[in-house]
């Protein structure tokens, strides 16, 4: 039988939620403890993963079918399209699923084959388009809307340029970084990739901190935005490529736009530094997470040695390393990146895949 004491531990005031959507948001702040013991701050990552559909993703999704909803954009039976690097797609399709809707993706075929064939299951309608710049019009985002327009009683939810997206963020991510930390957080980092997550929670720490918070955008190479926001705007300078997926961008998007002027700095992460952190994580905290999310981290990481010792430190841990296990844990992979040798020895023991 259970002690008292133990049985009241197992207890929590948390009521049962209304379905999929209901779960969606509250995740834990993880406090990452060789990284905060190494700096002398308080590094902490939003546990994003642990959504229901698996990655930050879900808040937008969720957000952008309940503004269509709201604008009568879409009704009962209806078919949401979008175009997305996955995880967008993923959480869509599972909303879609809670709501009753049919699910059209469009995404690049550079996407890792794990977050395809979970679409699949989830029963999206999934169509890979080679990838190609937004200028073209033939890019998955482009080839999204107009298939959106062909239908009737459809929407394109355009997550990068539909606000609704930032939104998600200014009512839930950020109040509750905010609420978790006391309001006691002295920095907010991540990439951008349609910049919701980025901007939306830039948006609520700078209110709630009257300007005192510090955000730094962090950017793979290929994307634009660390050019951009270290020359004040007059570069868009793209350079190289990365292999962290649904992030870095090669424009300044709607979502990013109204707060372009509050992030304070922006810091440019090499897939070395990702790929490095992402094994570390896996081997100190036992933390399995995608690469964005190493990336993220890591610009924490460097946040916290910018900023100096006694501050607290959040990060966004977008998704768990499962959607991209094929490649990050491939030896054949990791060399074809050119990345094997940014693993130390301690820790190639996990490259467990040939």
Request: hydrophobic share 40%; aromatic share 8%.
């Amino acid at each position: 039988m259970l002690s008292r004491r133990l049985y009241s531990r197992l207890i929590t005031s948390a009521k049962p939620v209304d379905g999929f959507v209901g779960a969606i948001g509250n995740t834990p702040l993880v406090r990452i403890n060789s990284l905060s013991k190494e700096t002398g701050c308080n590094i902490l990552g939003k546990a994003e993963f642990m959504n229901p559909g698996g990655s930050v993703k879900d808040r937008a999704a969720l957000f952008v079918v309940e503004d269509a909803e709201r604008k009568g954009l879409i009704k009962p039976g209806g078919t949401v399209v979008e175009g997305t690097a996955g995880n967008t797609g993923i959480g869509l399709a599972h909303v879609c699923r809670a709501k009753g809707y049919k699910c059209v993706i469009y995404m690049p075929n550079t996407q890792s084959q794990e977050k395809i064939d979970l679409l699949k299951m989830l029963g999206a309608d999934v169509r890979p388009v080679p990838a190609v710049a937004f200028e073209n019009p033939d890019n998955y985002n482009h080839q999204a809307k107009r298939f959106a327009e062909s239908l009737d009683n459809a929407v394109w939810t355009n997550q990068f340029d539909n606000t609704a997206n930032r939104q998600a963020h200014i009512e839930t991510t950020g109040p509750e970084i905010w609420a978790q930390t006391g309001g006691q957080v002295d920095g907010f980092t991540c990439a951008t990739g349609t910049a919701g997550t980025f901007a939306g929670t830039t948006r609520f720490l700078k209110e709630a901190s009257e300007g005192r918070v510090k955000s730094f955008a962090a950017d793979p190479p290929g994307s634009v935005i660390y050019s951009y926001i270290k020359s004040k705007g007059k570069d868009m300078v793209r350079g190289g490529s990365s292999i962290t997926e649904g992030i870095g961008q090669g424009r300044i998007t709607a979502n990013l736009q109204p707060d372009i002027d509050l992030v304070d700095d922006a810091l440019k992460i090499p897939d070395a530094d990702t790929i490095a952190m992402l094994y570390r994580l896996l081997d100190e905290e036992g933390i399995y997470l995608g690469a964005s999310s190493a990336l993220n981290v890591v610009a924490a990481y460097e946040m916290a040695k910018i900023l100096g010792p006694g501050k607290t430190i959040v990060t966004i841990l977008c998704d768990g390393a499962y959607r991209y296990q094929s490649r990050l844990f491939s030896r054949k992979w990791l060399e074809s990146k050119d990345l094997l040798e940014a693993i130390p020895e301690h820790l190639k023991k996990y490259i467990v895949l040939a």
